[in-house]
């Protein structure tokens, strides 16, 4: 199975701030990795897809980047709704495995 | 609206077996894989099966294989997981979710989920 490794696990950061998220691949996943934002008592919501796709209605101050085992997500300047959970995943190879969550709270 | 709707949960003991349902709705459910997914209490999000969109094509997690069988009846807009020999560890919230492809392993992501279902395993 591919392993997804997250960093941090979790941040504290200010309204404004400029954040980045990084995800790492135990292997070449090539550019098969989502992002999803979840907040507390939420299902997860797809943010990010094919590592740099941002879905119909998601703010343009969200981007992510990468390709093979290392890619990012980064929040340009953070909004009070931002604050929550992110999650990427790999969807190069079934089983399709997540990294452990960062959490982004408010300092 | 697009959505989908997770029931069957609950509390249950050890080694019983439990049937979890989702209701699709606002699309059309048999041009998409779906997919369960689960988060147990504090933890990450945990992919446990797929199934392609007429069924031929089906995945599970490792951890769950054997145990966990995944099905859909596109006449009923439904998706099922059957869950046998249950144990603690299957205690999470279950959320089924959409796939953008056809089949499970299409590569694509899951782009609408449900609020989830909770299972507690217990005794």
């Known amino acids: 199975d591919i392993q997804m490794t997250q960093s941090p696990s979790s941040l504290s950061a200010s309204v404004g701030d400029r954040v980045i998220v990084t995800c790492r691949a135990s292997?070449?996943?090539?550019?098969?990795l989502n992002w999803y934002q979840q907040k507390p008592g939420k299902a997860p919501k797809l943010l990010i897809y094919y590592a740099s796709t941002l879905p119909s209605g998601v703010p343009s101050r969200f981007s992510g980047s990468g390709s093979g085992t290392d890619f990012s997500l980064t929040i340009s300047s953070l909004q009070p709704e931002d604050f929550a959970t992110y999650h990427c995943?790999?969807?190069?190879?079934?089983?399709?495995?997540f990294g452990q969550g960062t959490k982004l709270e408010i300092k | 609206e697009v959505q989908l709707v997770e029931s069957g949960g609950g509390w249950i003991q050890p080694g019983r077996s439990l049937r979890l349902s989702c209701a699709a709705s606002g699309f059309t459910f048999d041009d998409y894989a779906i997919h369960w997914v689960r988060q147990a209490p504090g933890k990450g999000l945990e992919w446990v099966a797929g199934?392609?969109?007429?069924?031929?094509?089906?995945g599970y997690a490792d951890s769950v294989k054997g145990r966990f069988t995944i099905s859909r009846d596109n006449a009923k807009n439904s998706l099922y997981l059957e869950i046998d020999s249950l144990r603690t560890e299957d205690t999470a919230l279950y959320y089924c979710?959409?796939?953008?492809?056809?089949?499970?392993?299409?590569?694509?992501?899951?782009?609408?989920w449900g609020r989830g279902t909770t299972v507690s395993v217990s005794s």
């Open positions: 199934i392609s969109r007429n069924s031929v094509s089906i």
């Open positions: 995943q790999q969807t190069y190879s079934a089983p399709y495995t």
């Open positions: 292997q070449s996943i090539a550019n098969y």
């Open positions: 979710a959409k796939g953008v492809g056809t089949y499970y392993d299409s590569k694509g992501p899951m782009d609408v």
